[in-house]
């Protein structure tokens, strides 16, 4: 998937510019940039079709990424939604 934009909504302290802040967003973008839909396909489409695009299988994708970074993944309980937070930094709502 390409991100086309992206915008800062909140910026305290300036915690955009520190090294741990600039490694998680690094992350996320890789994560967000390896999701591939359909599945196996080299690409990223959606279609405009309801129950066409699989919501779950595209989040699994970023969240095997980020796995694979180091991330704490786990499925809140219930099944439903996704928690995900670098080892070091806690959990974060994914």
Sequence with gaps: MK????????D???ISSTPEWQ??????LDAVATVQW???SGSFTLYPEKHGNGVVPI???C???LKSKNWIISIKRGGEGWVAG???DGPTRA
């Design 12 to 14: 305290e302290g300036e």
């Design 86 to 88: 670098h080892e070091k």
């Design 23 to 28: 490694e998680v967003e690094k992350d996320i």
């Design 38 to 40: 359909p599945k196996n």
């Design 3 to 10: 991100i086309i934009q992206r915008e800062r909504l909140i």
């Design 59 to 61: 989040k699994e994708a």
């Design 63 to 65: 969240m095997i990424h």
